[in-house]
């Protein structure tokens, strides 16, 4: 009993890491296909000179640095958070040291002005799909949902931990590398268009919604099963799905000279 009690603790206390790695490579392979043919020999380049062989290992790479000193004042940019008694988020809402909106805008300025900035291109690629995971755009007071408990199907977890990596792991996409191809080629050319519109900021505000929405459906300890991964499992493969075209529209805006 004392170690289940301690386990719920640290799911409860620990930030955990955006969309999972699983997520994050979803992310950036979709992104990969979509680019132009320029940026992505451009991308191959950037890769080349970072610690990784291929791209979509990389994209965790931002999580993987939290514990290096170095990286510290990277610990704010995964996420912003608003006023429960707001319906939206504002550029007003990213302090002085930064959030995932200004390092968003950020990451694509080092890009544009230097293409060999290997970590402006991975810290773009993990904010990207980082901006997508609604609970990245959430509320201060309970650390954007990991202070928020629930059961997932009868094991300790919390808001924040099912949206990150446990929907995902019991969707299958962690081990069923054809889930991956199909994700993506069920992206039409209309999907493509439409999501190509917007800004990180209105980006933002569709997670936002999303988070509302599933706090509106929270209770504290509440299980989470069948049927609630049935309830958001659309909206979890849309968000990966819209994460990869914008991430590739930023990469193209970066480092394709043709693309405006």
């Given at each position: 009993?004392?170690?289940?009690?301690?386990?719920?603790?640290?799911l409860?206390?620990?930030?955990?890491?955006?969309?999972?790695?699983?997520?994050h490579?979803?992310?950036c392979?979709?992104?990969?296909?979509?680019v132009?043919d320029?940026t992505?020999?451009?991308?191959?380049?950037?890769?080349?000179a970072?610690?990784?062989q291929?791209?979509?290992?990389?994209?965790?790479?931002?999580?993987?640095?939290?514990?290096?000193?170095?990286?510290d004042?990277?610990?704010?940019?995964?996420?912003?958070?608003?006023?429960?008694?707001?319906?939206?988020?504002?550029?007003?809402?990213?302090?002085?040291?930064g959030c995932?909106?200004?390092?968003?805008?950020?990451m694509?300025?080092?890009?544009?002005q230097?293409?060999n900035?290997?970590?402006?291109?991975?810290?773009?690629?993990?904010?990207?799909?980082?901006?997508h995971?609604p609970?990245?755009?959430?509320?201060?007071d309970?650390?954007?949902?990991?202070?928020?408990?629930?059961?997932?199907?009868?094991?300790?977890?919390?808001?924040h931990?099912?949206?990150?990596?446990a929907?995902?792991k019991q969707?299958?996409?962690?081990?069923?590398?054809?889930?991956?191809?199909a994700l993506?080629?069920?992206?039409?050319?209309?999907q493509?268009?439409a999501?190509?519109q917007?800004n990180?900021?209105s980006?933002a505000?569709e997670?936002?919604?999303?988070?509302?929405?599933i706090?509106?459906?929270?209770?504290p300890?509440?299980?989470?099963?069948?049927?609630?991964?049935?309830?958001?499992?659309?909206?979890v493969?849309?968000?990966?799905?819209q994460?990869?075209?914008?991430?590739?529209?930023?990469?193209?805006?970066?480092?394709d000279?043709?693309?405006?």
């Amino acid at each position: 009993m004392r170690i289940l009690i301690a386990a719920a603790l640290l799911l409860l206390s620990n930030p955990l890491q955006a969309f999972s790695k699983t997520g994050h490579q979803l992310i950036c392979d979709m992104a990969y296909q979509l680019v132009s043919d320029t940026t992505r020999l451009q991308i191959d380049s950037l890769i080349a000179a970072s610690p990784y062989q291929q791209f979509s290992q990389s994209c965790s790479w931002a999580d993987e640095m939290r514990a290096d000193p170095a990286f510290d004042y990277a610990s704010a940019l995964h996420f912003v958070n608003f006023s429960r008694d707001k319906k939206q988020v504002s550029a007003a809402d990213c302090p002085a040291h930064g959030c995932i909106l200004s390092a968003i805008t950020d990451m694509q300025r080092r890009l544009k002005q230097n293409r060999n900035d290997w970590q402006a291109l991975l810290f773009l690629a993990h904010f990207t799909g980082d901006l997508h995971q609604p609970l990245h755009v959430s509320f201060a007071d309970d650390l954007g949902g990991n202070r928020t408990a629930v059961y997932f199907y009868g094991l300790p977890n919390n808001l924040h931990g099912v949206w990150d990596f446990a929907l995902l792991k019991q969707l299958g996409y962690e081990t069923d590398a054809n889930k991956a191809a199909a994700l993506f080629n069920r992206i039409s050319a209309k999907q493509r268009s439409a999501w190509r519109q917007g800004n990180a900021l209105s980006w933002a505000n569709e997670s936002a919604a999303l988070t509302l929405g599933i706090y509106q459906g929270y209770t504290p300890g509440m299980l989470i099963d069948d049927s609630y991964v049935l309830q958001y499992q659309a909206i979890v493969e849309q968000r990966l799905q819209q994460a990869g075209v914008r991430l590739a529209l930023l990469f193209d805006q970066s480092l394709d000279a043709t693309v405006n």
